[in-house]
């Protein structure tokens, strides 16, 4: 039996005590810091207007100094001076490939060893050489299929460079080539695996997948385990973008995904842009030391929260517990920004409540939010418990707010965990 729980592609690096960690972050902030200053013209600029030099960067506090660079103005960047408006640190000619993102934007790839650093998420999630592994992302236009592919090439794998769709022979081929690892969505898998079945293929009857990674989309923990106990396959998940490659991966135990850790990451309140502790809602902010594409505190758009606690597998780094959504989802009310996410706390932390909804409305020139709480059969409303979700609510996302107890019917736009309803006239 292939031990797929225990492994790391880099161990040294991984397992790094926290004070060496610390020591390697900050060489890497300040190489990529000034790499990007002498050699990407757009860092350069931004950096000179707003009055620092490289060496004015010698901590990740001294990062806020260099502004924002948001993955939604990327575009715009990009056409000032195509293709990578002066973010980049060569020029086309020196480059591997060049992708063409939705948007359209460009995402180049550099001839440096690894551009998007995925093989460590591969081995975390149990794949080992000899797998032979069925890439189902996309090859053409976006670098999902050839960053996926060229990582498993390097930790010893065999790709079969699947692409998307043809789902009968996805299950074809996965029989007959005795496919071992899985690249994808996570509903593609089930997708695939269902035909199989169909096709009268399933585990001891022609199946032969073990592992899998997925990314792409949320990975429900029901589905995971219906991957594990009705196919055998130990599914992992990871977290990146065509722009800056592997920002986060699952280990064996599944409990987050440590953050790489040649990167630097901060996660940023949307509303401050201070830096959030663990267990708080923060945007996904990355420097990138990287040879080619050398971006500066680089904002996702993701949301996410971290932990700093220890994990069993040994790895030091923090983890992201989970994406959250997007910042374009928050609302800001009071001049705080609040995330449906959020709300969802509120829910969990009162067992009362089975649906709370913010409704936020303005009066003269003042946001005023209403809690509305649905509460559970089972439960009464009490000014006790009014206090308590006012409370909760006001803990979670530093708000006050009126609690109104209303009956299901009453909710309007039902799905929507906050419903803005002010007017800006
Ligand atoms: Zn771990």
Redo the contacts with the bound molecule.
Sequence with gaps: MIDRKRGFYDKGQETMPQEEREEFRLGNLREAVRHAYENAPAARKKMDEAGIKPADVRSVADLAKIPLTRKADLKSIQKTELPFGGLAAVPPRAMRRIYVSPGPTFDPEGREETHWRWEKAFVAAGFRPGDIVQNTFMYHFSPAGLMFDEALIRIGCIVIPAGVGNTEMQAQVMRDLSVTGYVGTPSFLLTILEKAREMGIGPGNGLMLQVALVAGEMLPESLRQRLREEFGIQVRQCYGTADVGSLGFE?Y?A?GM?IPDEIIMELLDPASENPVGPGEIGEVVVTLPNATYPLLRFATGDLSVYSTDP???G?TSA?LLRIVGRIDQVTKVKGMFVHPEQVAQVEKKVPEVATLQLVITRVGHEDQMTIQAVLKEDASPSDALRDRISETTREVTRLRGDVAFVGESDLSEKEKKIVDKRKWE
């Design positions: 280990c135990e409990k440590h994990c069993p597998c790895r983890r």
